[in-house]
C-alpha cells in the first residue's frame, strides 16, 4: 500500500508511528502547536467580541464544516441539504472558497458537486462575503450553503452544522501541527446541529461517548449521525452502475483502488463496505491535480495490480476522465449520505429556515 504524506503525518501525530525520530518530531511538532494555537483563539476572540463584526447577507446561510483537517464528508452533506431544498423548489447556492484551485477553474468538489447537482449554482471564490452578493444578485438565491466554512467567521449564519468523522473526531486532542483540529476543540461550542459522519464505524457505546463530550462542547447543540454509503458505480462518461455490476464468479470482487483524498481510511472503508476485496489502496495529496505522469503512472500500476477493476473517487474522476486505466475498467464509487439517527432535528432545522425565506432576496441584500 502507498503511503501519501497524509498518512505519514496522521501516523506520527497518532502516536503510530514509533522511534526516537517519530518522538522528536512530535516533540517539534508540539511546539509549533503553541503559537498556531494562540493566533487562532485570538481571532475567534475577535470575532466572538466584535472587534471584527459578521456580516449578513440577506438571505438565510448555512454553514458546514468541521473541527478537524482532511474529510469528514462535508461534501454529502452538502448535496443532501441541498437536495432537500430543491426538492421544495427553493433555489440555492453552494459558495466555497476554492481550495487548491487553479487559475481560472473550479477544484475537484465542485466539479463533482457540479455533476450532482446540475441545478444548483456554485461560486468560489477566496472573499466568500463577494460570493454571496454575487450569488444573490445573478442567480436570486434563497438560501445560501457555506461548504467547509466552520472556521469562517465573517459571514452571519442561521444554521452552523459542524461535522466530526468517527475515525478520529477530536484530532489526536490536539491542534495542528501536533494534531488535526483546526482550532481547540471548545470551538465546538459555535455550531448549532454536531453531526458524527461515519458513525458505523463506531459501536453504539463509542458513538453514545462522542455524543456526551460533544454535548459538553456545545450544549446548545443538536445531533444526529449518519454514514456514507456506497450506492453505485460511475464510470466517466457519466453512466451509473449498480454495486453489483463487478459480481465475482467466485467470492468478492478483487479492487484497486486510488484517491486523492483528505481521509483515505475512510474511503478504504467505504469500498469494503461495498462487498469489495480492496487489494491494494494507491493514496495522493488531498485535492490532488493528476499530471500525465500520474496518469501515466497508474496505467502501469493497474496493468500489473492484481485486481479486475480501479476504483476512486468521484473527485478523482472528474479530474482524470478515464474509462480506462490500461487494461481495466476505471469507476468512481458513488457515496450517499444515510441517517442513524437526528434526521428529524435537522430537518426541523431545514424547515424554520424554509418558513423564514424572503420574498425578493435582491431586496433583502439591499436592505
Known sequence: ???????YFRRLVSGNERGLLAATARAALRVAEVPYTLGVRYRNRQFDN??????????????????TLGGTGKTPMVEWVCRWFRQRNVRITIISRGYKAED??????ALELEQKLPDVPHVQNPDRVEAAKMAIEEFACQVIVLDDAFQHRRIARDLNIALLDALQPFGFEHVFPRGTLREPATGLARADLVVLTRADQMTIAQRAEVQARAAKLAPAAGWAECTHAPVSLLSASGTE?????????????????????????????????AGYDLVELREFPDHHNYTREDVES???????VGADTILCTHKDLVKIELERLGNKSLR????????????????????????????????????
Request: aromatic share 4%; glycine share 10%.
Open 1 to 7: 500500500m502507498n503511503q501519501s504524506i497524509s498518512s
Open 50 to 67: 466584535g472587534a471584527r463584526p459578521t456580516i449578513s447577507v440577506g438571505v438565510p446561510v448555512i454553514s458546514i464544516g468541521n473541527l
Open 104 to 109: 481560472g477553474a473550479t477544484n475537484d468538489e
Open 241 to 273: 452502475y449498480p454495486l453489483t455490476a463487478l459480481q465475482a464468479n467466485v467470492g468478492r470482487p478483487r479492487v484497486a483502488a486510488f484517491c486523492g483524498v483528505g481521509n483515505p481510511a475512510g474511503f478504504a472503508h467505504t469500498i469494503t463496505a
Open 298 to 304: 497508474l496505467k502501469q500500476w493497474a496493468s500489473t
Open 332 to 367: 468512481a464509487v458513488r457515496i450517499g449520505l444515510d441517517f442513524l439517527a437526528g434526521q428529524e432535528e435537522l430537518e426541523k432545522r431545514l424547515t424554520a429556515i424554509l418558513d423564514g425565506l424572503p420574498s425578493d432576496p435582491l431586496e433583502a441584500l439591499e436592505a
